[in-house]
């Protein structure tokens, strides 16, 4: 893994356009695929911070889930909105991963008549 160097900000927090990132993430994080990750979704897309945060801490083993619960404070652009968007984008590659590993698998087991 090759690191970047630490960039200064080149913009304050307040003039960082949000909406146009949480639109990037969501087509990232793509359908849910449980229940849980459904209620998370629509809890977010209605705005009920709470019950974001809710899914996110009754599901720690879900990406999808933690994805949403990081991402449900960004609009609101609190000092830490680099830290909440790294770990939103963190966490979607996270749900891309198992998404694609768990796809992989099925395939295998297909080819091997299982």
Do not use: H
Not at 9 to 36: H, R
Not at 45 to 57: C, I, L
Not at 82 to 109: F, G, K, T
Request: charged share 20%; hydrophobic share 50%; glycine share 4%.
């Amino acid at each position: 893994m090759v690191a970047t160097p630490i960039k200064p900000a080149l913009k304050p927090v307040a003039e960082v356009d949000t909406d146009t990132l949480v639109a990037q993430f969501l087509k990232q994080l793509g359908e849910p695929q449980t229940e849980a990750q459904r209620a998370a979704l629509d809890a977010f897309n209605a705005g009920s911070t709470d019950a974001v945060r809710v899914a996110a801490a009754t599901n720690l083993d879900d990406p999808f889930c933690k994805a949403l619960g990081y991402m449900v404070s960004i609009p609101k652009k609190p000092p830490t909105l680099a830290v909440l968007l790294a770990e939103s984008a963190r966490a979607i590659a996270d749900w891309q991963r198992a998404r694609a590993i768990a796809e992989l698998e099925e395939a295998i087991a297909v080819a091997f008549g299982s």
